[in-house]
């Protein structure tokens, strides 16, 4: 166990809707757990600890039963061991006898424990090395009921939600501003995560801090009451062990160039898990669909003539998705559900030598995975067929099996795109928006969708580009989301969908307004011509145009800046 700054807070008997308190005085002691302090109070259900990651992180833990702070704290790590382990900081806590209660001081963090019937009150004040005090607590005492069911839950109250305040994340979600909604965290497509961003804005002050829930289990944030925010979870179980508890952390985060952000991320992803590096054909474009089908005669090397397609108009993408549908196998011929090592390992050699990167979908499982990635496969993509099939901790390690599968028995990097993510799932994945209709409500739901994915830690998010349904019959709703995603770290088209003329090879090819090209007036000195753009193999904007020459028929290559004419939709 390693060694943490504790203050526990043990049980006692006092009636209330919540763990009761009484006022006696605590006793410190030193902790089995390291080197730190405990503080003992009696309450009425259970056992509070009140410790420090760092200096600018407190963290909250309850428990049934009354328990030490070592047993508390070794029941949650347990639990938590699988996605990364909480290093040692050293412990310097200073208690303090309050009116109504205690302070407790450490690093740049200090809590006021407020002691009433109803239970104990936590409140914790940051001050910054520039000397400004952000202030993150509980409007009053948790609440939690107890059962041997799921069912069991707890129920943490925040401050006043007036307009001053703002809360996000919570992973995709549809909204700017979660501000006067009600919204589940839930093991879901498109991805949730249990860690919202808590913002204030008082004048030129301002409170900021991350408030991560460390559970396996779901929840519910209330975001309407105006008298304070409700974040419920439910109560989380370690293996073999009978306690219940809820643990939560509150991350102000070490300020850098007045940048409270920064630092907060800093910390969850310590605690989670730190996003991976997408390697560099991950950054190109993907193309994802079936090849044994029908359509392309039950042969998977089809794929190989798809490649072709996209050197000879000089499409830039970087990996193609070859078995992407439900019950589409990997070989050549009639064989239902097929996986043939050998055609696999074909594709994979011919996609590389083409400049590409193959990779697989699955949901089902993976079915000769170290097989596959030895005979080049880089990608991965899971399913909610798969990853949606059990609880939140099976989905995460599913992913987890994947990025392993693929790092051990190759020397790439994980690149996995899934649906059902969590937190520390940012470690390991891409995490898309799932099945979408492509609209144009789709992408100004997409924004939304990344915002609060990008505040809930995820640092690679994507969707299907115009989604896998739906979408313009003129190719516009194509272009113009084409264009977004190819700002963005990781974009993907699937092409296996309901509409088979569904990628940037086949939409609106004789405008050139997707991916390589849109419609640009050339101007010169001799006459005006109007022509697409010819695109390198490049990804954002950077194009090589044909200019004008009296002495050229076609035109010679050469560098121009084109005037593009741009169609805006309709409201």
């Keep these: 166990m390693r060694a943490l700054a504790l203050l526990a807070l043990v049980g006692g008997a006092v009636a209330g809707s919540g763990p009761g308190a009484s006022t006696g005085e605590p006793v410190v002691s030193s902790v089995s757990a390291g080197p730190g302090a405990a503080v003992a109070f009696p309450c009425a259900k259970g056992t509070y600890v009140l410790s420090f990651y760092d200096a600018h992180t407190a963290r909250v833990t309850v428990a049934t039963g009354a328990l030490s702070a070592d047993a508390v704290l070794k029941g949650v790590d347990t639990a938590i061991a699988a996605k990364q382990a909480v290093p040692a900081v050293p412990a310097d806590v200073v208690v303090k006898k309050a009116a109504s209660g205690w302070t407790v001081a450490y690093g740049s963090i200090a809590t006021t424990v407020t002691a009433s019937p109803a239970g104990l009150v936590f409140s914790h004040t940051h001050t910054s090395g520039a000397g ?3 202030t993150v607590g509980e409007a009053k005492p948790m609440e939690w009921t107890v059962a041997s069911t799921p069912q069991a839950s707890s129920t943490e109250f925040f401050p006043a939600h007036d307009d001053t305040v703002g809360w996000y994340g919570a992973g995709m979600k549809y909204n700017f501003n979660h501000k006067g909604t ?23 002050a301002s409170s900021v801090a991350g408030i991560y829930t460390n559970t396996w ?23 073999g062990q009978g306690v219940q508890y809820v643990d939560r952390f509150i991350i102000f985060g070490a300020t850098q160039d007045g940048n409270a952000f920064r630092g907060i991320y800093d910390t969850y992803t310590q605690l989670t898990g ?3 590096m997408i390697p560099l054909y991950g950054l ?12 392309h005669d039950n042969d998977s090397t089809s794929v190989l003539t798809i490649a072709d397609e996209y050197n000879k108009r000089h499409l830039p993408a ?14 050549q011929g009639d064989a239902v559900f097929p996986l043939d090592l050998d055609v696999s390992a074909k594709v994979s050699a011919g996609l590389n030598a083409r400049g590409f990167v193959a990779g697989m979908w699955s949901s089902t499982g993976l079915r000769n995975f170290s097989a596959l990635v030895k005979g080049g496969i880089r990608v991965g993509k899971t399913d909610v067929a798969w990853v949606g099939n059990n609880d939140l901790r099976y989905a995460f390690d599913s992913v987890q099996e994947v990025a392993t599968g693929i790092e051990q028995d190759s020397e790439s990097r994980r690149f996995i795109y899934t649906c059902e993510g969590w937190a520390g799932t940012q470690k390991n994945a891409v995490m898309w928006t799932g099945d979408n209709i492509g609209s144009w409500e789709y992408q100004a739901m997409q924004l939304q969708y990344y915002m609060n994915a ?14 896998i349904y739906g979408g313009s019959a003129d190719g516009e709703t194509y272009m113009r989301d084409l264009q977004m995603k190819s700002m963005m770290t990781a974009f993907m088209t699937m092409t296996g969908g309901p509409r088979t003329r569904r990628s940037s090879r086949t939409h609106s090819l004789s405008s050139s307004r997707v991916l390589r090209g849109r419609t640009s007036t050339l101007r010169c000195a001799s006459r005006r011509i109007s022509t697409p753009c010819r695109a390198r193999r490049m990804r954002r904007g950077t194009h090589r145009c044909a200019r004008c020459s009296k002495s050229s028929s076609p035109p010679a290559t050469r560098c121009c800046s084109p005037t593009t004419r741009t169609r805006r939709p309709s409201s």
Excluded at 182 to 204: H, L, M, R, T, W
Excluded at 286 to 295: A, V
Aim: net charge negative; with cysteine.
């Design 132 to 134: 400004k005090a952000a």
């Design 217 to 239: 289990l779901t929840g519910a944030y209330d975001f309407r009451d105006a008298g304070y925010a409700q974040l419920s979870h439910g109560f989380d179980k370690p293996a």
């Design 318 to 331: 970087g990996w193609l998705l070859f078995n992407d549908g439900y019950g589409c196998g990997i070989g």
């Design 182 to 204: 009600n919204i589940s965290v839930v093991k879901d497509e498109p991805s949730n995560a249990p860690f919202v961003i808590y913002a204030k804005q008082q004048g030129a």
């Design 284 to 295: 190109g474009l993907g193309d994802s669909n079936c090849y044994h089908n029908g359509r």
């Design 454 to 467: 990008m505040m809930s830690g995820m640092a690679h998010i994507s969707g299907d580009i115009d989604g």
């Design 274 to 276: 730190r996003p991976f």
